[in-house]
């Protein structure tokens, strides 16, 4: 079963504009939700998160949204960059769980 | 600082091989993660050590795989009888205590393993 998706494989946004990616989880009981980022050859590097006691946490560039009634989540760029052209995973947890559940990804290109 | 690292970076076996992907986890990390994701997919839970001990198994798929961290710093996942299916990105992470809200995992570049 599939806790967590992203049904969106790949995005493409014009420099400067607004990059926004989903997510939608299954489990109501999640209570913790990030954002990773993965370049090419690389491990995926904590970009932002959430607690459900949120439902919104900014950080420079970065607004993550949750929205519990929906179990959705979302990841807002802006202003959108070249360097931030990678796969971003979401990925779920519970505060007392021992794991991430992650989505399977969506590929970002921004185009200058 | 040293971030973590996993050797090697790929490996190719044989189908029926035995195979061990080395992790080392950021220095004072007591816990350590390991994941692995396949094509197309998001990274997998597999084993979860708190120091010395596995704490959570619940990920591992078979009997095939097997982990140990017997110094709680470095840990080696082992598969044995390697078949195509196993081929996959082995992702290890480490985080300064246990799993939590508050406590991000970092992860290392991943071990890519080819199994023919």
């Known amino acids: 079963d599939q806790q967590v998706k992203q049904n969106s494989p790949s995005l493409s946004v014009q420099e400067g504009r607004i990059s926004i990616l989903n997510c939608d989880y299954t489990?109501?009981?999640?209570?913790?939700f990030l954002w990773y980022k993965k370049y090419p050859a690389e491990g995926p590097t904590f970009l932002i998160s959430i607690s459900s006691i949120k439902d919104k946490n900014e950080d420079g560039r970065f607004t993550v949204f949750l929205n519990k009634s929906a179990k959705h989540l979302s990841l807002h760029i802006v202003p959108s960059q070249p360097g931030d052209s990678a796969v971003y995973f979401c990925?779920?947890?519970?505060?007392?769980?021992?794991?991430?559940?992650f989505g399977t990804g969506t590929s970002l290109t921004v185009i200058p | 600082g040293a971030g973590v690292s996993q050797t090697p970076s790929n490996k190719v076996t044989e189908k029926g091989k035995y195979v061990e992907l080395r992790c080392d986890p950021i220095s004072g990390h007591t816990a350590l993660y390991w994941y692995r994701q396949s094509l197309g997919q998001g990274p997998e839970f597999l084993i979860y050590?708190?120091?010395?001990?596995?704490?959570?198994d619940s990920g591992l798929p078979n009997d095939r795989f097997f982990a140990v961290r017997p110094e709680g710093s470095v840990s080696t996942l082992k598969i044995q009888r390697t078949e195509r299916g196993d081929s996959a990105v082995y992702l290890c992470?480490?985080?300064?205590?246990?799993?939590?809200?508050?406590?991000?995992?970092?992860f290392g570049p991943g071990t890519r393993l080819t199994v023919l």
């Open positions: 990925a779920v947890a519970t505060n007392t769980g021992n794991q991430f559940y």
């Open positions: 050590f708190q120091g010395t001990g596995a704490a959570d």
């Open positions: 489990n109501s009981m999640f209570d913790y």
């Open positions: 992470a480490s985080s300064l205590t246990g799993p939590s809200s508050y406590n991000e995992q970092f």
